[in-house]
């Protein structure tokens, strides 16, 4: 399973860089926000940083003409961008065209297997699942995920499925059981996969022990 970092923060895409861990980057208008600097400097520096793997830029315009007319705009900004295209009837016709012209889309906002199979058909390059946000309303984030990869192999479908809104380590866990090909990690997240109560506990118990060896 691929790991992209869920962020905008320059900092924390640098941590996971440094850590060998990045297979890409999804940013949108919330994360963007939340890096609290001016857009064009914050996708610059991304971009500066990150220059051979997908970088997802989150598109704002919600009819087909003017969807594609975005994405053109925002692809020309480096060769890995991938354009984030909410699920809506426009945005799958401008997924669409934009595949066969050879910009990458993200599929965003995907809650249900039945709207991952139309971004498929659509040509979808990467299909954004958002498990927190189902499990937040009492939905099984994972079920989505482990049907529509199913659907993916079933039908020999190119889309890739990419967990997102992860809000835990147990969600990263479960998504890479189920076969995601991407999961998409808040740096909180990413921080916490590695740690376990007992590994902090047997490196204190191992350091303590070791001073007892007659040396
Ligand atoms: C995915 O690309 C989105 O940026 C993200 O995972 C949304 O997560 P949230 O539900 O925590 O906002």
């Given at each position: 399973?691929?790991?992209?970092?869920?962020t905008?923060?320059?900092?924390?895409?640098?941590?996971?860089?440094?850590?060998?861990?990045?297979?890409?980057?999804?940013?949108?208008?919330?994360?963007?926000?939340?890096?609290?600097?001016?857009?064009?400097?914050?996708?610059?520096?991304?971009?500066?940083?990150?220059?051979?793997?997908p970088?997802?830029?989150?598109?704002?315009?919600?009819?087909?003409?003017?969807?594609?007319?975005?994405a053109?705009?925002?692809?020309?900004?480096?060769?890995?961008?991938?354009?984030?295209?909410?699920?809506?009837?426009?945005?799958?016709?401008?997924?669409?065209?934009?595949?066969?012209?050879?910009?990458?889309?993200?599929?965003?906002?995907?809650?249900?297997?039945?709207?991952?199979?139309?971004?498929?058909?659509s040509?979808?390059t990467f299909?954004s699942?958002?498990?927190?946000?189902?499990?937040d309303?009492?939905?099984?984030?994972?079920?989505?995920?482990?049907?529509?990869?199913?659907?993916?192999?079933?039908?020999?479908?190119?889309?890739?499925?990419?967990?997102?809104?992860?809000?835990?380590?147990?969600?990263?866990?479960?998504c890479?059981?189920?076969?995601?090909?991407?999961?998409?990690?808040?740096?909180?997240?990413?921080?916490?996969m590695?740690?376990?109560?007992?590994?902090?506990?047997?490196?204190?118990?191992?350091?303590?022990?070791?001073?007892?060896?007659?040396?």
């Amino acid at each position: 399973m691929k790991i992209f970092i869920d962020t905008a923060i320059i900092k924390e895409i640098e941590w996971a860089e440094e850590r060998g861990l990045l297979d890409g980057i999804t940013t949108n208008p919330s994360l963007l926000s939340r890096a609290d600097r001016k857009l064009g400097e914050v996708i610059n520096d991304i971009l500066k940083l990150i220059k051979d793997r997908p970088v997802s830029i989150e598109l704002v315009s919600q009819n087909v003409d003017e969807i594609i007319e975005e994405a053109r705009t925002v692809s020309k900004l480096a060769k890995n961008v991938v354009v984030k295209v909410p699920m809506t009837d426009e945005g799958m016709m401008a997924v669409q065209y934009l595949e066969k012209k050879g910009i990458h889309t993200n599929v965003t906002l995907v809650f249900s297997a039945a709207q991952a199979l139309l971004a498929a058909k659509s040509g979808a390059t990467f299909i954004s699942i958002f498990m927190g946000r189902l499990d937040d309303i009492k939905q099984s984030g994972i079920e989505v995920v482990r049907e529509s990869v199913q659907i993916m192999r079933q039908y020999e479908f190119q889309s890739n499925i990419l967990a997102a809104s992860i809000r835990s380590v147990s969600h990263v866990e479960e998504c890479a059981l189920a076969g995601a090909d991407v999961a998409t990690i808040p740096f909180k997240v990413l921080v916490q996969m590695y740690r376990h109560d007992l590994t902090d506990k047997g490196i204190k118990k191992f350091l303590e022990d070791w001073e007892k060896v007659p040396k």
